[in-house]
């Protein structure tokens, strides 16, 4: 448990940007808050600001969140500079108030990239996550044409590591953390986890193809080695996949000439 | 005897239970492949039965359009299910069977579903293990390379396949990109951030729905030749509940108000294992899940009031209540029961922590027996959550547990088809009531709601396409614009409020007085006052809220206070419901109907029917009332028989 100086509440500056529509400019506002329980999660402190925004008839701040519990992948600021702030593995709604002391000024902003347009103050579109899973993210697999669920044995290390790359939430905040915008770890994520799986084989080079072009298409940047994305991402998928995503990709390539 | 008061067909078919679901399909008319085409199926949520659906009705030809609340359909609630889904493979080969699991689930709902369609989800259940792993699914698997199971939620084989603790996300994310699939090839159109405000109803049949653009406050019409409603369930009415923050019962209301009979409403599961409530600021609850229950020892001080640390409490003065009360079941007794007996702990003045409204669930015994290394390859995820969340390490000390919301039982009444009470409105998942009786079992939600999708409504659609005159109708018709009308008035209507308190706060006021009076354990006398505290609650809603901002952009109060403004109309026929039914049974319990051991005393001889209510005043929200319609359950192969866990 991390130290709160000996209190259960503290008093915080935030400097929160705010954006009426995709086409207005925004700009920081300064809010401060008195009390704030360090029980909360970082979200419930977001919803003690707008409940004194609304009694003062101001409009809250707009924040996309859902769950709660960290694996929607609705929720996403950065925070500090941070994408989902400071702890490594955990998304801004699995934050607590107990990371932060008394008289701590914290900047929260959108996520920001071309291809992740302001919708309305933190909130931001990822639709073009959504875009690239349809030209290739899944497995060709009509309802009703499936054999035996073990007909097909998958050595465990495979599945495990499949595992690993399919937990990815869709958050994008590997997107947010990366200097190019690169969406490279969330495409590298899904080209694993079904590229390692005998289900995915034979759609492996079509998908790891049409999946990197429409990342290209959406405005997305390349990745450059610089690593934020594996640090920022609140399930800690690994980098290892883009490697694994360059070798696909080489690989259909030379293969579909 | 009970007689049904209204013609409730739940065309289930006759004959020997095996062989049922074949002959209902063999029975449905289909539509020609040439054909498909030219319908159009709308559906309405993205979960695991809206997802599967559209998916599997864009293979079959069918045009789709699919209607989503969120940003991305891959956030749906359901991603949220951590322990798995059942299926009776029988790969452990401990002798389970289809008969078995359909066994299982008709006794553990307490006797209160229909046993031809729980039979149909124990068949289908197998066929949804293996599209799943075809989809690529990455299922727990064993050194062989062949899947995995484990023993989950009060069952005595082990049936349950997962995906670690993400089961749900996994099985979400494959139908996700089957959809996707759809959506890419544009077979299907897909709609984010859209919220579906109504119904529209042409000629008594179901040809439309109207829903608002989120981020651009539009209204928009859609037309097609059926509408599917996989919009979830309701928990939220009591405001804290493990369901996501944008769960909500508004598309099932408003179609419930254009005629669909509501079932069962006060059948609300509360989940045993889930973190305390902290604090006023509390917005959600966290499930812990129920496998805890397979290493976990529940306890809590056999002294009332004892505040020691839970490692200063020596092993005599430990009361491990559920080992006692049921020495077979021990800590796996199901949700309701398991429910209960926390709740008793906590009244008696034996709950623990700052609050008092919690008791241990303790690891201690199986890291002793397995190694703190064993644990931590089957719940690190959980344990690490529980820390995040309560700064306590449960390697250490006991992690505290309390009841919580968590799932509805009840829904839209549908019948074998899934079909509602408004022809060609069909409702999947958690929306409808059908599968699960007065209480679910684990790991079987993720189950009913891609059984609908994938294995049942592909074919009940086809029978409704096929076999009804279905004359044109397009967003031009003049019932359309009637209900476009109705929804800007009412977001009118909310916008111009203009009172002092916050939807929040109100809805806040609402969950209070339904988890105290129609929550855990309910009798007579509080319903009764709780009918009164709810009518007054909703009068004041609509004095007194404060909905600020405009209707023409993204705003987060104006869909919180249309979905608050349904859960104050949902919870009155709640109340009703709960009162109605003079009996316990799973998750209902009427503190009038139990034995001297504190167990539910179900009454089969009054009460072995599914309580199906109509809206009868359906215009101001201050006149409303409702029609008890009865459909009487009959058990041909499960004789009804008193649920023991001893």
């Known amino acids: 448990m991390i130290a709160t100086n000996g209190k259960d509440t503290i008093g915080l500056t935030l400097n929160v940007w705010r954006q009426a529509g995709p086409d207005a400019e925004g700009a920081f506002e300064t809010y401060h808050l008195n009390s704030v329980s360090t029980h909360m999660s970082f979200l419930e402190m977001l919803d003690v600001l707008n409940e004194q925004l609304l009694a003062e008839g101001r409009e809250p701040v707009a924040f996309d969140h859902d769950c709660r519990e960290g694996i929607c992948g609705s929720c996403g600021v950065v925070l500090n500079g941070q994408a989902h702030g400071p702890d490594r593995d955990t998304t801004v709604c699995q934050l607590h108030m107990r990371r932060f002391h008394d008289g701590d000024t914290i900047t929260i902003e959108p996520f920001r990239a071309e291809a992740f347009p302001v919708v309305k103050d933190l909130v931001v579109d990822r639709s073009a996550f959504d875009r690239i899973i349809g030209v290739g993210g899944f497995v060709s697999a009509r309802t009703g044409a499936a054999p035996d669920a073990n007909a097909i044995p998958v050595p465990k290390e495979e599945a495990d590591l499949a595992m690993d790359a399919a937990s990815c939430i869709g958050c994008g905040a590997c997107v947010a953390s990366c200097p190019n915008a690169a969406a490279m770890l969330f495409v590298s994520a899904k080209v694993s986890h079904l590229g390692r799986l005998p289900q995915g084989a034979p759609e492996r080079d079509e998908r790891v193809v049409a999946m990197v072009q429409a990342m290209d298409g959406e405005g997305f940047g390349n990745c450059t080695n610089v690593g934020e994305c594996e640090a920022a991402c609140p399930k800690g998928i690994s980098v290892g996949n883009i490697a694994r995503l360059n070798r696909d990709f080489v690989r259909a390539t030379i293969r579909r000439r | ?646």
Request: charged share 25%.
């Open chain 2, 1 to 646: 005897m009970i007689v049904a008061n209204t013609a409730l067909d739940s065309k289930c078919p006759s004959g020997p239970m095996e062989g049922r679901w074949d002959k209902h399909r063999f029975d449905l008319k289909l539509v020609n492949p040439a054909n498909k085409r030219k319908f159009k199926v709308l559906v309405v949520g993205t979960g695991l039965a809206g997802a599967s659906a559209a998916a599997s009705l864009a293979e079959l030809g069918y045009q789709v359009d699919v209607f989503c609340i969120h940003d991305s359909p891959r956030r749906a609630h359901s991603i949220a299910a951590q322990g798995g889904i059942n299926a009776a493979k029988n790969y452990p080969n401990d002798g389970d069977s289809i008969q078995r699991l359909f066994y299982d689930t008709v006794k553990g709902g307490d006797f209160r579903a229909r046993e031809s369609n729980v039979y149909r989800l124990a068949q289908v259940s197998n066929t949804i293990i293996d599209q799943c792993v075809a989809q690529g699914v990455p299922f727990a698997r064993e050194y062989g390379g062949l899947l995995d199971n484990r023993s989950f939620g009060g069952a005595q084989v082990s049936r349950t396949f997962y995906a670690r603790g993400q089961t749900g996300q996994q099985l979400l994310l494959g139908a996700y990109q089957a959809m996707m699939r759809q959506v890419g090839s544009g077979k299907a159109k897909l709609y984010p951030r859209r919220e579906m405000l109504d119904v529209v109803v042409v000629d008594g049949v179901a040809r439309g729905v109207v829903v608002r653009n989120l981020v651009t406050g539009e209204i928009e019409r859609h037309a097609g030749d059926a509408v599917l409603l996989c919009t979830g369930g309701y928990g939220n009415v009591y405001f804290l509940s493990t369901n996501a923050k944008k769960c909500n019962v508004t598309a099932a209301w408003r179609a419930h108000k254009r005629g669909a009979f509501f079932a069962n409403p006060c059948f609300t599961q509360i989940h045993p294992t889930c973190i305390p409530v902290s604090g006023d600021y509390q917005s959600k609850l966290t499930l812990m899940s129920e496998s805890l229950r397979n290493d976990g020892r529940v306890w809590v001080p056999k002294k009332g009031g004892d505040t020691r640390p839970a490692s200063e409490i020596p092993e005599d003065e430990r009361d491990y209540y559920l080992e006692r009360r049921y020495p077979s079941f021990g800590n796996l007794v199901p949700r309701d029961v398991a429910s209960r007996a926390a709740k008793a702990q906590a009244d008696g003045g034996h709950g623990v922590g700052p609050t008092g409204m919690a008791v241990y669930l303790d690891f201690r015994d199986a890291i002793e027996r397995d190694g703190e290394d064993v644990i931590r390859a089957k719940y690190g995820n959980l344990f690490q959550m529980y820390e995040k969340i309560t700064a306590d390490d449960p390697y250490k000390v006991p992690m505290r547990i309390y009841p919580a919301v968590h799932y509805t039982m009840g829904g839209l009444w549908v019948d074998y088809n899934l079909e509602s009470t408004v022809p060609g409105l069909f409702v999947l998942g958690e929306a409808n009531f059908s599968d699960h009786g007065a209480n679910r079992l684990g790991a079987s939600a993720l189950m009913q709601g891609l059984a609908d999708g994938y294995f049942v409504v592909p074919y009940t659609v086809g029978a409704h396409l096929a076999g009804r005159a279905l004359p044109a109708v397009d967003t031009s018709h003049p019932a359309f614009a009637e209900v476009e009308g109705e929804v800007r008035s009412r977001i009118d209507r909310l916008l111009s409020i203009g009172g002092s308190s916050s939807v929040d706060s109100l809805h806040r006021q609402l969950g209070a007085i339904m988890w105290d009076h129609c929550g855990m354990a309910r009798n007579a006398e509080g319903l009764k006052r709780a009918v009164d505290e709810v009518r007054a609650l909703r009068a004041r809603f609509w004095e007194d809220a404060n909905v600020v901002g405009g209707a023409a952009d993204l705003n987060d109060e104006l869909e919180k206070a249309g979905r608050v403004a349904d859960f104050m109309e949902l919870a009155e026929v709640m109340i009703l419901d709960a009162l109605d039914r003079e009996e316990s049974c799973g998750g209902h319990f009427r503190e009038e109907h139990q034995t001297e051991e504190n167990e539910a005393r179900r009454d089969d001889e009054n009460y072995s029917y599914v309580a199906a209510w109509s809206c009868e005043g359906a215009g101001d929200p201050a006149d409303l009332s409702w029609k008890l319609n009865k459909e009487p359950l009959t058990f041909e192969v499960v004789k009804p028989s008193t649920r023991s866990y001893k």
